[in-house]
């Protein structure tokens, strides 16, 4: 009996909450979180700093590369990230305050 084992890709779905795309993903071997990012248009530029400067203790910042002929994955950033980075850096998905009325 064969059973399913995790795959390294991510899985495009929306949030339930606001519709807003999302990049759902196991990132780590080891220890691994489960990442849901906004996932912005491929052009879009987001520095490591200002994503940096975005972020909470309780909010990671994701290295997303976007490389040819490859599967979306997302990477730890730690503090030795590099700061001039060229990739995609993104926190993990806030819905927008909603009223109730």
Do not use: E, I
Request: charged share 15%; net charge positive.
């Amino acid at each position: 009996m064969s059973g399913a084992g995790r795959g390294r890709g991510g899985a495009d779905s929306r949030c339930s909450a606001c519709g807003q795309p999302l990049l759902v993903q196991w990132v780590g071997d080891t220890a691994a979180l489960k990442a849901r990012v906004p996932l912005p248009p491929d052009t879009a530029r987001l520095p490591y700093p200002q994503a940096l400067a975005d972020s909470t203790p309780d909010n990671l910042v994701w290295c997303l590369p976007r490389l040819p002929h490859r599967a979306l994955c997302l990477r730890w950033t730690s503090p030795r990230h590099p700061p001039d980075c060229p990739h995609q850096h993104l926190t993990s998905h806030q819905c927008p305050p909603t009223t109730l009325f």
